[in-house]
């Protein structure tokens, strides 16, 4: 069952605890797991490579919770759609199908872009190559 309404909710949550002076672009993101929603921000560093993404905090959440499959992500940040930075969209894949729905959502709620991970890492290397 699909918690996007919920999902959409936490995103923009997190997004206002966001840790961004440098650049000044607030991020939030959410992603649901059997029903259950964890979330984060991006957290910036003066030492400016060593910032994190929204989606990195979420995953982060997820894992410490002894989850390990996302059903559904939501970002949220901008004025234009907030897709997941490349490295995101490997981290996500780690735990995820192909066919996982990435919603990128506006600070007001409304989806602006809706992306399968396929569509936006296609051809991905993941865990089954190590087998
Ligand atoms: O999907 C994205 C894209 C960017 N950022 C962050 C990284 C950095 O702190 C700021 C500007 O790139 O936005 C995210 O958290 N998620
Ligand atoms: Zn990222």
Same mark, same amino acid.
């Not at 390990?68 to 995101?88: A, N």
């Not at 969209?89 to 192909?98: G, I, S, T």
């Not at 396929?118 to 290397?125: G, I, K, R, V, Y």
């Given at each position: 069952m699909s918690v996007l309404p919920l999902l959409i909710q936490e995103a923009i949550k997190a997004r206002a605890k966001a840790y961004a002076p440098y650049s000044r672009f607030s991020v939030g993101s959410a992603l649901s797991c059997d029903g259950l929603i964890y979330s984060g921000c991006n957290v910036e560093n003066a030492a400016y490579p060593l910032g994190s993404c929204a989606e990195a905090g979420a995953i982060s959440a997820m894992?410490?919770?002894?989850?390990? @499959? $996302?059903?559904? *992500?939501?970002?949220? =940040?901008?004025? !234009?759609?907030?897709?997941?930075?490349?490295?995101?969209?490997?981290?996500?894949?780690?735990?995820?199908?192909?066919?996982? @729905? $990435?919603?990128? *959502?506006?600070?007001? =709620?409304?989806? !602006?872009?809706?992306?399968?991970?396929?569509?936006?890492?296609?051809?991905?290397?993941?865990?089954?190559?190590?087998?």
């Open positions: 894992i410490m919770a002894g989850m390990r @499959k $996302i059903d559904e *992500v939501v970002v949220v =940040g901008g004025d !234009l759609p907030c897709t997941p930075c490349g490295g995101c969209r490997q981290k996500l894949r780690e735990f995820a199908n192909p066919d996982l @729905k $990435i919603y990128m *959502v506006s600070a007001q =709620g409304d989806v !602006l872009l809706v992306r399968t991970l396929e569509q936006l890492l296609p051809d991905s290397f993941g865990p089954d190559h190590l087998v």
